[in-house]
């Protein structure tokens, strides 16, 4: 299983920027798409940005296109470091955010959370 650790959440104004990292380990990554996530409480995980291996595509959902920007250093094939750079935030954004691969593996980190709120 991978093991995930987020991290860089936090509470920031609308309008405001956040840079989400996380650390992915334990099991080869090679080849593989890494995805952020996010969670809030009345709604389902879904994926929100999407990178493949290489690093040079990159997929986001409407309503993050354009103000967030998904990111990734491969380290080896055992240790990926991915990246979110959220922009022009939102009360909407409010959620824990998670990264994982894509499709994402059944085991998951502890989540960042971030709070958009004036």
């Known amino acids: 299983q991978v093991q995930l650790v987020e991290s860089g959440g936090g509470a920031v104004q609308p309008g405001g920027s956040l840079r989400l990292s996380c650390v992915a380990s334990g099991v080869t990554l090679k080849y593989m798409s890494m995805g952020w996530y996010r969670q809030t409480p009345s709604k389902q995980r879904v994926l929100i940005a999407s990178i493949n291996f290489a690093g040079d595509d990159a997929d986001y959902v409407d309503a993050v296109k354009g103000r967030f920007t998904i990111s990734r250093v491969n380290a080896n094939d055992m240790l990926n470091m991915v990246y979110l750079q959220m922009d022009r935030l939102k009360s909407d954004d409010t959620a824990v955010y998670y990264c994982?691969?894509?499709?994402?593996?059944?085991?998951w980190g502890q989540g960042t959370q971030v709070t958009v709120s004036s």
């Open positions: 994982n691969t894509d499709p994402a593996d059944s085991n």
